[in-house]
T-cell receptor, first 108, second 118 residues
Framework: DAKTTQPNSMESNEEEPVHLPCNHS???????IHWYRQLPSQGPEYVIH???SNVNNRMASLAIAEDRKSSTLILHRATLRDAAVYYC?????????FGAGTRLTVKP | GAGVSQTPSNKVTEKGKYVELRCDPI?????LYWYRQSLGQGPEFLIY????????DSGLPNDRFFAVRPEGSVSTLKIQRTERGDSAVYLC????????????????FGEGSRLTVL
């Protein structure tokens, strides 16, 4: 299975941008890059996904490296409600396998 | 309901007992997934259904675990002879389309069923 590598934890100040990195050096040509986040005591929540081009939605932006071996989830202005565990996942088949993710702490 | 519904939200049982956890996916979603999550870990894939059939059950840890989706909607995860190590949050997710399409992969998760085996 293709795997991803993320830092265990990151901190950010409220109202500042946050860049969450993900390495996926073994990505295949058909793998989509997905990001989910999980707030405390809730199920994971879809954030964004992409294949080759950068993507923007109301929640975040996804920047994908030209060689697709890494990507970055960008939260443009972190709020306290963005404190969560963020998962980067490669999805090329039917299964979506989560790693340990990055725990984001947002300081007021 | 509008989202994925899981029942019970909490289940406490004794070692050796049988447990059923139910998942009611979003109406019309053909794909259904079960995961389990231990404290401090990411969700661990258990099984994937496309319609009524289990397309991939490679994540089920052993033969004490079984899941069904007889009519392609509601699914039940069944655990026999529960062990203390089965204690976890069991998450269900559904998706509107089979994987591989252009909108592939957006999963909608329920809030989970917390299982505690004493």
């Amino acid at each position: 299975d293709a795997k991803t590598t993320q830092p265990n934890s990151m901190e950010s100040n409220e109202e500042e941008p946050v860049h969450l990195p993900c390495n996926h050096s073994t990505i295949s040509g058909t793998d989509y890059i997905h990001w989910y986040r999980q707030l405390p005591s809730q199920g994971p929540e879809y954030v964004i996904h992409g294949l080759t081009s950068n993507v923007n939605n109301r929640m975040a932006s996804l920047a994908i490296a030209e060689d697709r071996k890494s990507s970055t989830l960008i939260l443009h202005r972190a709020t306290l409600r963005d404190a969560a565990v963020y998962y980067c996942i490669l999805h090329g088949g039917h299964d979506m396998r989560f790693g340990a993710g990055t725990r984001l702490t947002v300081k007021p | 309901g509008a989202g994925v519904s899981q029942t019970p939200s909490n289940k406490v049982t004794e070692k050796g007992k049988y447990v059923e956890l139910r998942c009611d996916p979003i109406s019309g979603h053909t794909a259904l997934y079960w995961y389990r999550q231990s404290l401090g870990q990411g969700p661990e894939f258990l099984i994937y259904f496309q319609g009524t059939g289990a397309a991939d059950d490679s994540g089920l840890p052993n033969d004490r675990f079984f899941a069904v989706r007889p009519e392609g909607s509601v699914s039940t995860l069944k655990i026999q002879r529960t062990e203390r190590g089965d204690s976890a949050v069991y998450l269900c997710a559904s998706s509107p389309s089979p994987p591989g399409g252009p909108n592939t992969g957006e999963l909608f998760f329920g809030e989970g069923s917390r299982l505690t085996v004493l």
